[in-house]
């Protein structure tokens, strides 16, 4: 399983992005999916996730102003940024957490993937 993000760049304080993350292999299912982000000099931390039935939860710090999407479609992750600010800058990381196929299509063993990250600059 494989998770391949996109997205960062510069960005104006105020301003808003979407980062994208595709994922891509074979598994039975999933637990659920996430973003993280690590600014310089600090430990990562979660920004935003998702779970198998679509509840969100989010840091104190993104709330009202970040927005995790899901399209099982097109294998996608989505986070909605808004209201950037200079304290948003970092590496934005998407995780997914599911289960591998097991005997019978049941699920197997779970599994944790992290995309290769993404940075997102908030300019003033």
């Known amino acids: 399983v494989q998770l391949q993000a996109s997205g960062g760049g510069l960005v104006q304080v105020g301003g808003s992005r979407t980062l994208s993350c595709v994922y891509s292999?074979?598994?039975?299912?999933?637990?659920?999916v996430g973003w993280y982000r690590q600014a310089p000099g600090k430990q990562r931390e979660l920004v935003a996730r998702?779970?198998?039935?679509?509840?969100?939860n989010y840091a104190d710090s993104v709330k009202d102003r970040f927005t995790i999407t899901r399209d099982s479609a097109s294998k996608s992750v989505y986070l909605h940024m808004n209201s950037l600010k200079p304290e948003d800058t970092a590496v934005y990381y998407c995780?997914?957490?599911?289960?591998?196929?097991?005997?019978?299509?049941?699920?197997?063993?779970?599994?944790?993937?992290w995309g290769q990250g993404t940075l997102v600059t908030v300019s003033s």
């Open positions: 995780n997914l957490v599911g289960f591998l196929v097991g005997k019978g299509w049941s699920p197997g063993r779970q599994f944790v993937v």
């Open positions: 998702q779970n198998s039935v679509g509840d969100d």
């Open positions: 292999g074979d598994f039975h299912s999933i637990s659920t």
